[in-house]
């Protein structure tokens, strides 16, 4: 007989030799393309593993922004069986149902037009699909209920400051333990395209705490580095899933797999001489995107992954860090929001082909990304992160006094 899925959760840490972390970045439409990577990655585990086999099973932390924030709660919250709601092979085909909806497209020149003139008076989308999407989704899923360690940033408009919900912090900070549904819906509140997130959250004394909520692509639109420092701030904090690790963070037990929404570093689509004579509504509206929300969210994920690569580097464990991203995409494939039958599909084939393509890492002496030698393609890059990631699974199990093997 088959284990029960309840059984496939991961053990802490503290029983094996890795710490193992995923991260997907924020980008709209464009979470096509990691949702490619994951529906690979977990069918890869499943023919290690069995057919139960689910990426919650096998990561300490799983981060995500904006659009990777909702990827992150679809495969981490609980269904009635206390299984991931998602497999990762249901999230494409979420996409192509639902983004057409949430990011409605007019038709026409004329369509374009008034969305222009409407994204200079308010919000581009009204949101309120996408809201009841996710309330349907989520149901009242809180925070501590993940099945394994989920973070995902925000940032409060009120009070100017990051808000990083953390699974690991519910205890200490109830009032973080929000539903996960205004925590997504928050995370992808993306200025100019979608209305910013009001709610409030009662922790366990009564006292009430209020949320003014943008997007988590303000903080860290990759956020790769938000969930390494959170790993390291509960070995500070003594967590028991840590208590056999001691800091400072050694980062050669870390295993990360960081996954990119794509973009456009075409030298041609900004240059200075243009962006020298561009007001306010040049930098925030030209030509179908916006410049100051594409600069900032590339900036964001690239300096996290030169650090990352620096900081490997330094620890001679660049194999336990792959990051797989285009930077490649093209026209309205770098879009966050066009949702036409067209471009979702075009972003499908963008994902697949970037399994094909040689694993790249950023050169730190130049800052530009280059195949490196003898490592093959991203698709045999994630079997072999499977691979690692099932050995570790079985080495925890092996070592916890208290875990129960089904026949």
């Known amino acids: 007989m088959e284990r029960k899925a309840s059984l496939f959760k991961i053990q802490p840490p503290t029983y094996g030799n890795l710490i193992t972390i995923l991260s997907i970045d924020g980008g709209g439409v464009r979470g096509i393309i990691p949702g490619v990577m994951l529906d690979y990655l977990e069918a890869q585990l499943q023919e290690l593993d069995g057919e139960d086999a689910r990426l919650a099973h096998y990561f300490d932390v799983i981060a995500g922004t904006s659009t990777g924030g909702l990827i992150t709660a679809m495969l981490t919250a609980p269904d009635a069986h206390n299984c991931p709601l998602f497999a990762a092979k249901d999230i494409v085909p979420f996409y192509l149902e639902n983004c057409p909806k949430i990011f409605p497209q007019g038709c026409g020149s004329l369509g374009s037009i008034l969305n222009t003139l409407k994204s200079m008076m308010g919000p581009k989308y009204n949101g309120v699909y996408l809201h009841e999407l996710i309330r349907k989704l989520l149901g009242t899923t809180r925070l501590h209920d993940s099945l394994t360690g989920l973070v995902i940033p925000t940032f409060d408009i009120k009070k100017l400051e990051p808000v990083l919900f953390s699974s690991y912090e519910v205890s200490t900070h109830s009032f973080l333990d929000a539903q996960v549904s205004d925590i997504c819906i928050g995370t992808s509140a993306a200025p100019t395209y979608l209305p910013a997130h009001y709610f409030k959250k009662e922790d366990k004394d009564g006292r009430v705490h209020e949320f003014n909520l943008i997007d988590g692509g303000m903080v860290a639109n990759n956020p790769t580095l938000v969930a390494i420092s959170e790993v390291t701030k509960q070995l500070l904090k003594e967590h028991p899933d840590f208590l056999d690790i001691k800091p400072p963070m050694d980062y050669t037990r870390l295993l990360v797999i960081s996954l990119g929404t794509g973009s456009d570093t075409s030298e041609l689509k900004y240059d200075a001489k243009k962006a020298s004579k561009w007001g306010l509504l040049s930098w925030l509206y030209e030509n179908n995107s916006s410049p100051l929300i594409d600069v900032y969210t590339k900036a964001s994920a690239d300096i996290v992954d030169y650090h990352n690569c620096v900081v ?66 991203n698709k045999e890059a994630l079997k072999r992160f499977a691979k690692l990631l099932s050995d570790e699974k079985k080495l925890r199990e092996s070592r916890c006094p208290d875990y129960v093997h089904g026949e």
């Open 312 to 377: 490997f580097r330094a620890y001679k464990s660049e194999d336990n860090y792959l990051r797989i991203n285009d930077d490649t995409l093209k026209g309205t494939l770098s879009s966050v929001d066009t949702s036409t039958k067209e471009n979702l599909e075009g972003l499908v084939k963008v994902g697949e082909h970037l399994l094909k393509k040689p694993v790249s890492r950023v050169n730190v002496e130049t800052g530009r990304y280059e195949p490196i030698e003898n490592a093959g393609t």
